[in-house]
């Protein structure tokens, strides 16, 4: 497991891989990699997107992680097409990056696989304010 | 030296009734004491009752609220949730509430029955210090074993039947009603999958459910819901469990059941019951798995704690269970 700096301005990547594909473009920028989860920043717009699985074994790395992504403001999106699993903690960890945004900032989720959409309905974390999911397809690039 | 009345609070009554005109004649005037005290009233029983009670209220069902207890208990543990939810809606904003609950009826599995029971105990509990209502639970006589009668009696202070209201010297009380759950489970007769959970192996025991899963005939969307709901109990053994547990999985003919043993303690007699608020630090995963899951079993006791949940399986052609390298381990029950 090994958090790594993130390497602005690329450009974008086609959509769609496997997640060894994903993983096989993450040694060129992923903001995190461990053996079951990818995550790159995006650009257009300006997020992160998850490629694998979050569970205890990671989740508290991503709450790191996203603790410090976002500083400059804006709404951050989080492209979730291609992460297969998400436990509570995993969203734990969202809820809380999404809280500490700020007034007014909200995190805007696209792609929502069906199984952590829902774990969002009936935990009652799909109607707080500040998280807002997208029902289109996935936008990042 | 003066008397002091009682303070008001939840009343719990079991009706014990012998065929359906009986049901009427028990349900009805409780029905029109709250139409006529104008009083909140939410009634949940199966369809067939709701017809009943329509054609017997004429207008009055137009103050009555109805729901289908087919479904709200098809999963007894998310009763409690709606009946929490109709006194939080209510209670202050109207003269009183009062409910009727039929969660047992002939046909339920024993599975089913034994948490229907461990439901009606917990009722107690859930309302014992909240605001005052009143609910009654039909038991039908004519239909049930006479245990599950019996039982009635230790989970309800108040009964009500052909004699009149009586109190029910057989009651158990709330303290005794919200104790840990003991009762034995029946052991399946084999058991297709059999593996140890600690952290490291999280992801690999998620694959291999969701492999039996569908190997057991479950779609991808109820697949999904076990995995999910097992893979939050298992970490539950790996953080509140003494770091690691035991997985089983079997099915029969009408079930698909994973099983979770580890060495933690559960003292909470509602944790699996209590919506969680939005607040993160929200323990969540039992409360999921009753969401996500046909029945949620837990036994709890000093040093063990042992969670089983169900997934009923279709009428469609079904995959053994059992396959060559379904990654038994030969391990012993904790």
């Known amino acids: 497991m090994k958090l790594l700096a993130a390497r602005r301005g690329r450009q974008p990547t086609s959509r769609g ?71 509570i903690s995993g969203i734990r960890a969202l809820v809380t990056c999404a809280q500490n945004l700020g007034p007014g900032r909200v995190l805007l989720i696209h792609g929502l696989p069906e199984q952590l959409a829902t774990v969002m309905r009936v935990t009652g974390w799909a109607d707080l304010p500040y998280l807002e999911i997208c029902d289109c397809e996935a936008t990042a690039r | 030296m003066s008397l002091v009345s009682p303070t008001p609070k939840f009343r719990h009554e079991a009706l014990l009734y012998a065929g359906w005109p009986e049901f009427v004649s028990g349900t009805v005037p409780f029905i029109r004491g709250g139409v006529e005290a104008d009083e909140a009233i939410l009634v949940v029983v199966s369809p067939e009752k709701i017809d009943l009670l329509r054609t017997a209220l004429d207008r009055d069902a137009d103050r009555v609220t109805f729901a289908n207890m087919n479904e709200v208990g098809s999963n007894p543990a998310r009763i409690i949730p709606l009946w929490r939810e109709f006194v939080d809606a209510n209670a202050g904003r109207v003269p009183g509430l009062r409910g009727i609950g039929e969660p047992i009826w002939k046909g339920r599995s024993e599975d089913e029955l034994s948490e229907c029971q461990r439901h009606e105990s917990l009722l107690n509990v859930a309302f014992d210090s909240g605001p005052a209502w009143q609910l009654l639970c039909p038991y039908d006589v004519a239909q049930l074993p006479t245990g599950v009668v019996v039982e009635a009696r230790h989970s309800h202070e108040h009964l009500l039947s052909r004699s009149g209201t009586n109190q029910s010297v057989e009651f158990r009380g709330v303290e005794g009603c919200g104790a840990p759950d003991t009762r034995a489970l029946p052991e399946p007769r084999s058991v297709a999958f059999e593996t140890s959970i600690d952290r490291p192996s999280l992801r690999a025991i998620r694959a291999q459910l969701a492999h039996h899963a569908s190997a057991a005939g479950l779609s991808p969307a109820t697949s999904a819901r076990l995995v999910t709901a097992v893979n939050e109990i298992a970490t539950n053994s790996v953080v509140h469990g003494g ?45 999921l798995a009753n969401q996500l899951c046909d029945l949620v079993q837990i036994r709890s006791f000093d040093h063990m704690t042992v969670v089983r949940v169900h997934m009923r399986l279709g009428t469609g052609p079904r995959l053994s269970l059992v396959t060559p390298d379904d990654g038994r381990d030969g391990g012993t029950r904790n």
């Not at chain 1, 096989?24 to 995006?42: A, C, G, H, M």
């Not at chain 1, 976002?70 to 979730?80: K, M, S, Y």
């Not at chain 2, 994973?258 to 323990?283: M, W, Y």
């Open chain 1, 17 to 87: 891989g496997t997640i060894a594909d994903l993983a096989s473009e993450s040694i060129r920028d992923p903001v995190y990699v461990d053996s079951q989860l990818v995550v790159k920043r995006t650009e257009f717009p300006l997020g992160l997107r998850f490629a694998g699985e979050i569970d205890i074994n990671n989740s508290g790395a991503i709450a790191r992680s996203l603790m410090t992504a976002f500083p400059n403001g804006g709404t951050p999106h989080l492209d979730f097409t291609n992460l297969v699993f998400c436990d």
């Open chain 2, 243 to 287: 770091g690691c547990g035991k997985l089983r999985m079997w099915a029969d003919s009408s079930k698909l059941v994973c099983e979770v043993r580890d060495q933690g303690s559960i003292k909470n007699a509602l944790a699996d019951r209590t919506k969680p608020g939005t607040d993160p630090a929200h323990a969540r995963g039992l409360w």
